[in-house]
């Protein structure tokens, strides 16, 4: 499993762990590009999380993906194994404005 694998694994388990709805969009090229690689909602909140491993940084096409949410009202994240606990952090303080 690749370190970045882990990463998308390890978010999963915490989404499942708190019953959020999710997936991950397939990347086979018939797509757009530059999509975050787990989507979901929680609580009615649109979410998208872009994981990479060390210091692996989003491609612009990524960082325009992810502002566009936030621009929409989503929350949108960039995850790796030094900030996973970011995605629960992100869910907790939503309940907290609901």
């Given at each position: 499993m690749t370190p970045e694998a882990k990463v998308k694994k390890a978010v999963r388990q915490t989404l499942d762990a708190l019953g959020v709805y999710h997936f991950?969009?397939?990347?086979n090229g018939y797509g757009?590009?530059?999509?975050p690689d787990i989507i979901g909602c929680?609580?009615?909140?649109?979410?998208?999380v872009e994981c990479k491993a060390g210091?692996?940084?989003p491609t612009e096409l990524q960082l325009l993906e992810l502002e566009h949410i936030r621009e929409a009202g989503g929350i949108a994240?960039?995850?790796?194994?030094?900030?996973?606990?970011?995605?629960?952090?992100?869910?907790?303080?939503?309940?907290?404005?609901?």
């Open positions: 991950s969009p397939a990347a757009r590009m530059g999509i929680y609580r009615g909140r649109f979410f998208a210091r692996g940084k994240l960039v995850v790796n194994e030094a900030n996973l606990h970011d995605v629960r952090k992100a869910l907790e303080e939503l309940n907290e404005t609901l």
